[in-house]
């Protein structure tokens, strides 16, 4: 079993990752930036060590100090939490170079799943359904075409090396193809080095729905069931919940085992997801694997009771997976909200600032997962994720019930938060229905805020 | 100290930007303090651009030429090594915009601050293992006492298996070395403590 892990991450990740270590009896560094002197995990771990300023790329992205404040504390691993380097293969690498074990994926799976195009390929390979396009990159504006029209218009133009919606282009008809293409293609050479692109059906407000798996280094591969992400605002999650609601159990379980396919088909080792979106007649589509711990995974955990980040050191450690697909139950329903910092009155804008008063909700089946306390600085450097609310129901209504409940409790005074928006959607008749899609908040959004405003309401 | 002097004094004074300074010849103790408003009208005439690091050098010059007849020179030099409680007792009397308390003890802030700031904190820029030699057995870059000029090798910090040296950016003497060799360091850890020359 690991000894020492430096903790290579803020907020409530990296107070998530020292909480599991901690039970399991393994010791912490975390590390820190100058502004996050004060920070939970820089108090809470057994050891702390500043490495850089303020900006992430000095600190959090600091590949050299990170491993030097690793290596000089005497950690035999290190855990990148999620954002940061978590997904950076290089990382990972020079982990291994260094002999620190990387809490994740072997650097190949992380490096294969993070070219768009080739996990594609690969999920294809493994008899996984992906979007309708191309098989792997179009040599030019001709082939993309003809892609296009083999699967029907709109389509996307994707960049293999893409993220962050640069080097993508909706395309409605044919006669625009050859002028996005050479547009998105330019923009992801000059933003990724690689200007390869490749051609995807668009599907409209899909549903997002992911699952979840883990996998030891001993080709064991478990799933621990599916997510429900939909309630997204500009790619953005905003409440996830698990089981799927409304998703039959038929194409439930054909995305858990195409998951597991997956994960076995890229070399996968560790915790990782499965991405899909699901049209209105239940086909669904792989879109990308993310291979690193999520933020939605305590809503995994409710319903398994399975701690996914004691799984992930477990498996770094070498242990094989303690139980079977047999040995997974799932009880119940759970619900997240995320809370951001942010002010819904005024396009979500970030809003960092001081926490005068905080009071967290409690009682039967309620998890807080936050990095904040009282008097703390909600600073402008990182993401404006401040925690999270989990409750567990015995089924959905249930679980509902229970998070009004629970957002009902919830005072966070100083800084504008989006929880009266999340307490809102929570009456809403369309999400009480269940089987949303991505574009549940665009269509519902003006009304919400609207019924906020006129309740007298000023995040 | 007489009487011109002390106007003299008053007149830098006003012209330094310090909230309030103390001194002594003699047994005589003088004590100046700015009221808030004088402040507000002094300031902006008087001290463009004056920061606190740069108002000790640039004031203990002046008094010192300022009083030439008088004891300047012990002034600048109480006020150089930091003592900061210089009483003048025959002094009395205050222009406009300035409190003149001659019983007042309260030490000189400004002369703290400043003593401190002479001083160069050397911080490591990266996470690493400090080594206060070119190789093990070797004599140090720097002893404390040692004088160092702008550029010179104060240490290495090994990271990422490459040697780093870190030179220092100003002419001083090397106070204080804050480390061992062989210590893991952070992230803006004090090195060093150099004090300017």
Redesign the interface.
């Known amino acids: 079993m690991l000894k020492r892990v430096l903790v290579a991450n803020r907020g409530e990740i990296a107070v998530r990752i020292i909480r599991a270590c901690m039970e399991m009896g393994i010791e912490t560094v975390a590390v820190y930036s100058?502004a996050d002197k004060d920070a939970l995990h820089t108090v809470l771990a057994d050891k702390a060590?500043?490495?850089?300023?303020p900006p992430a790329k000095d600190?959090y992205l600091n590949i050299?100090?990170?491993?030097?404040?690793a290596k000089?504390?005497g950690c035999d691993s290190v855990h990148p939490g999620f954002g940061f380097l978590s997904e950076n293969s290089k990382f990972a690498e020079i982990c291994e170079d260094n002999s620190l074990i990387f809490i994740g994926p072997p650097p190949a799976a992380i490096a294969l799943m993070g070219d768009k195009a080739a996990a594609r390929e690969c999920a294809r390979t493994a008899r996984v359904p992906v979007v309708p396009g191309t098989a792997g990159t179009c040599a030019g504006p001709a082939e993309a075409a003809a892609a296009a029209k083999a699967c029907g218009f709109p389509v996307l133009l994707k960049a293999a090396a893409g993220g962050g919606g640069r080097g993508l282009r909706r395309v409605n008809t044919e006669a625009d193809i050859e002028a996005a293409f050479r547009a998105a293609s330019s923009e992801a050479e000059s933003a990724f080095g690689d200007g390869s692109m490749y051609v995807e059906k668009f599907i409209e407000n899909p549903r997002h729905i992911e699952v979840q798996i883990l996998a030891d280094k001993f080709g064991n591969v478990v799933h621990l069931g599916e997510r429900d992400c939909s309630m997204q605002r500009r790619n953005q999650k905003l409440i996830e919940e698990a089981p799927a609601a409304k998703l039959s159990g038929e194409t439930a379980r054909s995305m858990r085992e195409a998951a597991v396919r997956a994960a076995k088909a890229c070399g996968y080792v560790g915790a990782g997801t499965c991405e899909f979106v699901v049209d209105r007649d239940e086909n669904f589509y792989f879109i990308e694997m993310n291979t690193r711990i999520q933020v939605e995974h305590p809503v995994t955990e409710a319903v398994t009771g399975i701690d996914i980040v004691k799984e992930q050191i477990k498996i770094a450690s070498g242990e094989k997976l303690s139980f079977t697909q047999d040995d997974v139950e799932f009880r119940g329903h759970a619900i997240e909200c995320r809370i951001t910092a942010e002010n819904v009155s005024d396009g979500f804008r970030p809003c960092p600032g001081k926490i005068e008063f905080l009071h967290f909700p409690g009682g039967p089946s309620v998890r807080v997962d936050s990095a904040i306390y009282d008097g703390c600085e909600i600073s402008p450097y990182y993401d404006s994720m401040i925690g999270k609310i989990i409750v567990h129901g015995e089924n959905r209504a249930d679980a509902i019930r229970k998070m009004r409940r629970a957002l009902s409790e919830t005072v966070i005074n100083g800084v504008k938060t989006t929880l009266p928006l999340s307490h809102l959607i929570m009456y809403d008749p369309e999400f009480l229905r269940g089987g949303f899609d991505t574009g549940f908040l665009e269509r519902r959004l003006p009304e919400l805020l609207d019924i906020y405003r006129k309740a007298g309401g000023d995040n | 100290m007489n009487v011109e002097e002390i106007k003299e004094l008053i007149q830098t004074f006003a012209e330094s930007g310090l909230e309030e300074i103390e001194a002594e010849f003699d047994g005589n103790r003088l004590y100046l303090k700015r009221s808030a408003d004088a402040q507000a009208q002094v300031a902006p005439a008087n001290i463009p651009g004056f920061c606190p690091n740069t108002v000790y050098t640039g004031w203990g010059a002046q008094i010192g030429q300022g009083l030439q007849t008088g004891q300047g020179a012990q002034i600048g030099q109480g006020l150089q090594t930091g003592q900061g409680t210089h009483d003048i007792t025959n002094g009395s009397g205050g222009a406009g915009g300035i409190g003149v308390d001659a019983s007042g003890t309260v030490k000189s802030t400004a002369a703290v601050g400043e003593g401190e700031a002479n001083t160069e904190m050397v911080k490591a820029p990266?996470?690493?293992?400090f080594y206060e030699a070119p190789a093990p057995g070797e004599e140090p870059f720097v002893k404390e006492g040692q004088k160092v000029k702008k550029g010179d090798v104060l240490c290495v910090i090994e990271?990422?298996k490459m040697m780093n040296e870190l030179k220092a950016d100003v002419d001083g003497t090397v106070k204080k070395v804050d480390v061992k060799d062989g210590d893991?360091v952070?992230?803006?850890?004090v090195l060093f403590e150099v004090e300017r020359c």
């Open positions: 100058e060590v500043c490495i850089g300023a600190s050299g100090n990170i491993i030097e404040a000089v504390t | 990266l996470v690493g293992i990271a990422m893991a952070e992230f803006g850890q």
